[in-house]
């Protein structure tokens, strides 16, 4: 039977009931100056990964504790602009007005480094013609001020896989 | 490991937007725990609650949960993860010696908070919240192109597992009516709505209020309460990192790690052969079978060979309605009625061994394995 209506409005009224959370009130601590080394790269146009002595694993962006060996990684390693697409996807949000939908979401690795990053591609590829192993390069932000986002997105470069399958067509 | 049973449970028949304060959700399934088991509430020791209190937009959430959790003047706590991970605090309680019977529950009313908001403030707020990509959604969205890239599998692979869970929902009565689809076909998942590429919407589970409750009691106490006690004979619990960067998201170690080490207290050589019946916390269609294949049911990347065999969620698992803080405990429970053979429309007939599954984190970062039997 259904429930009459005065009832659904009286649980309503008290779901509504005023109160508020100021979630963009919290901070988040992060300690800057263990990854000095690393911000001041990214404002020269260097990147730099962060080693683990124990266990060799390279992070990027820097990991300050390592999990596997519970210790402060400490040494810094150069790494080329490139990287690659460890795994993707696409955002289909309406409400994201940044740009045209759906824009791919990528999880970028590194060359050189053992982690990934999720970050932004060009805005120009087509969220269909991302793939697992895509090659990339690093586009730098116009002004670099050290902080994160002095990457400022992944562009896509040759595949040299692909270039190779192509070559190999065109002989039959 | 001592035994321990599970002799009462109730789930709360979920729904998109109950017609009921959580806190009457939650009386329900207490007191028809209490009652399916026969007991009174002082009978009870101790009361282990999930909720979270972003959920529920109230912090220390518990304290509001004392009445109707049955925890009026007992020993009680709450866990924020998962109902399943309140039942191992309920467990090493029992364990202990120092409690007898432990009321656990889970309880979340998504009608009343946006469930898929709150998971951003999972992402870390230093690197992934600057570039604000990660979400549920998108999340999904990628373990599901690594787990199709890695195995040269394809959406539509994903779209049976759909297909098979919302069929499976419609045989199970506290399915909610929206997951109940008897006639739906793969076309119709891989037509649905784009999520997150490869992801589709029929791919992903409905949010709704629910509440599920459990009570466990030792083997002395159990054997008094019912003559089908269900035994916890096993139990893993393993996290992994934090950074999807950092994941093989094609597979889960944790899940690896927490079934292997269920099995080995429970004495299980062969999973394959020997569970009957899987019930376990995936977050999307492919999710599932990621789990599966980590519990050691199929080989890897062969997980989809588990729908013809009918023995993974038959009850449509979170497919069936997805209801935060209480998806583990609902696998459990519905495993508990599969060994009972007591689950209507989608027993699985001679089910005897189960295991039930919970989790949280993005693309199932912990993972928390419980071996069930029945019999002696
Ligand atoms: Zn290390």
């Known amino acids: ?172 | 490991m001592d035994k321990v049973a599970i002799v009462g449970f109730y789930q709360v028949k979920p729904g998109l937007d109950l017609m009921m304060s959580p806190y009457e959700m939650l009386f329900e399934a207490t007191r028809g725990a209490l009652d399916h088991a026969g007991l009174k509430r002082d009978d009870l020791s101790t009361v282990i609650g999930c909720n979270n209190d972003y959920y529920d937009g109230k912090t220390i959430s518990n304290c509001f949960k004392v009445e109707a959790g049955g925890a009026y003047m007992k020993d009680e706590s709450k866990v924020e993860m998962d109902g399943a991970h309140a039942v191992m605090y309920g467990l090493m309680r029992i364990l202990s010696g120092n409690h007898k019977l432990a009321m656990v529950y889970g309880i979340s009313a998504p009608s009343c908070f946006p469930y898929e908001s709150v998971r951003i403030l999972e992402t870390d707020p230093t690197f992934d919240r600057p570039i604000n990509l990660l979400n549920g959604y998108t999340a999904g969205g990628m373990q599901m192109r690594a787990y199709l890239n890695a195995f040269g599998l394809s959406e539509e692979d994903i779209a049976k597992v759909a297909v098979y869970n919302l069929k499976n929902a419609a045989k199970n009565p506290l399915a909610i009516p929206e997951a109940q689809k008897t006639n739906i076909t793969v076309d119709e998942v891989l037509n649905s709505e784009m999520l997150s590429a490869p992801l589709k919407k029929l791919m992903y589970p409905i949010l709704c209020d629910g509440v599920t409750a459990l009570i466990l009691a030792p083997e002395r106490q159990a054997r008094k309460i019912t003559d089908k006690p269900v035994w916890i004979t096993g139990v893993g619990h393993f996290n992994d990192t934090y950074y999807l960067g950092d994941r093989d998201l094609s597979s889960c170690s944790s899940m690896e790690k927490a079934a292997e080490k269920a099995y080995k207290i429970a004495g299980i050589n062969n999973p394959k052969s020997e569970i009957n019946v899987a019930e376990l916390f995936g977050h999307t269609a492919c999710e599932d079978l990621i789990l599966a294949e980590a519990a050691g049911l199929a080989d890897k990347g062969k997980g989809l060979s588990l729908i013809d065999t009918g023995k993974l969620n038959p009850s449509g698992g979170t497919m069936a309605g997805y209801t935060p803080a209480a998806n583990g405990l609902t696998r459990i429970v519905e495993a508990v009625k599969q060994i009972r053979g007591e689950a209507e429309g989608h027993q699985i007939s001679g089910a005897n061994k189960a295991i039930a599954s919970g989790q949280v984190g993005f693309c199932a970062q912990n993972n928390i394995v419980y071996v069930l039997e029945g019999g002696e």
């Open chain 1, 1 to 172: 039977m259904p429930l009459p209506e005065y009832i659904k409005k009286d649980y309503k009224r008290t779901r509504t009931m005023k109160g508020s959370w100021y979630l963009t009130s919290y901070k988040y601590k992060f300690n800057l100056s263990r990854i000095k080394e690393y911000l001041k790269g990214l404002k020269n146009g260097i990147l730099l990964g962060l080693k683990c002595r124990s266990c060799n694993t390279v992070s990027f962006p820097p990991r300050l504790i390592c999990g596997r060996c519970l210790v402060k990684p400490d040494q810094w390693v150069r790494l080329p602009e490139t990287a690659s697409i460890a795994t993707g996807s696409a955002n289909y949000d309406e409400e994201d007005k940044k740009r045209e939908h759906p824009f791919p979401v990528i999880a970028v690795r590194q060359d050189g480094a053992d982690t990934a990053l999720i970050h932004n591609i060009s805005d120009d590829v087509d969220f269909n013609s991302i793939y697992i192993g895509m090659p990339l390069k690093v586009v730098w932000a116009k002004e670099r001020n050290g902080l994160y986002l002095d990457i400022d997105h992944y562009e896509p470069i040759e595949d040299p896989a692909i270039e190779l399958n192509k070559k190999e067509g065109s002989v039959d």
